[in-house]
């Protein structure tokens, strides 16, 4: 069990361009979680899967965002035309279903939009 | 009103003594909470959770939950440079799909 790991982990691009981030849970994680944390907060939910399905959306989550984890396995996330107010770091977490089943988290992808 | 929240700090204690990181919620239903280290420029690392009322120990570590006065404490003992982090402390919400996290509280060991 290699963890949680994410591709890129750093990300610079100017705004106006679409970036696309990649998420590998642990093995045999069905749950995927993305989280966005900015500097001096804690992470905010944006979306999680159940296997293939996405289950829920954060109201945070404006259009430009989608996410995908189209075998159940890895989740990509993108961001099309993206801002500077986009710049944070971008974290995945995976789990087992159930109750109080942990959230282990992936390094993170620190984008940086100029 | 932000449904968990930390006392952001930052939090300076003299290596060996005891930490006290506190977090309080709004939501009664509110079944568990997890406790969250994160060093920075890294992502969370788990330390502990706890789900019913009353202490929880781990090593160093002492989880506490008061579900009547809704808070959650963690309480690290003999405190070591290494613990110098900013601690996250997180409840799920909705049947745990989810977490919301408190703003986390940075604390400095001091040798």
């Known amino acids: 069990d290699t963890g949680v790991s994410q591709d890129p982990r750093h990300k610079i691009t100017k705004r106006g361009q679409n970036v696309t981030f990649r998420c590998d849970p642990i093995s045999e994680h069905n749950r995927l979680y993305w989280y966005r944390q900015t500097l001096g907060q804690g992470p905010e939910f944006l979306t999680y899967?159940?296997?293939?399905?996405?289950?829920?959306k954060s109201r945070l989550l404006s259009d430009r965002f989608s996410a995908e984890r189209p075998k159940g396995s890895f989740s990509t996330l993108e961001i099309q035309r993206t801002e500077q107010g986009d710049s944070a770091m971008y974290l995945c977490a995976s789990s087992l279903t159930g109750f109080l089943e942990t959230q282990y988290f992936g390094p993170g992808t620190r984008l940086l939009v100029l | 009103q932000k449904e968990v929240e930390q006392n952001s700090g930052p939090l300076s204690v003299p290596e060996g003594a005891i930490a006290s990181l506190n977090c309080t919620y709004s939501?009664?239903?509110?079944?568990?909470f997890f406790w969250y280290r994160q060093y920075s420029g890294k992502s969370p690392e788990l330390i502990m959770f706890i789900y019913s009322n009353g202490d929880k120990e781990d090593g160093r570590f002492t989880a506490q939950l008061n579900k009547a006065s809704q808070y959650v404490s963690l309480l690290i003992r003999d405190s070591q440079p290494s613990d110098s982090a900013t601690y996250l402390c997180?409840?799920?919400?909705?049947?745990?799909?989810?977490?919301?996290f408190g703003t986390g509280t940075r604390l400095t060991i001091i040798p």
């Open positions: 899967f159940q296997n293939e399905a996405q289950l829920e």
């Open positions: 939501d009664r239903g509110s079944q568990s």
């Open positions: 997180a409840g799920p919400q909705e049947g745990n799909e989810k977490l919301t």
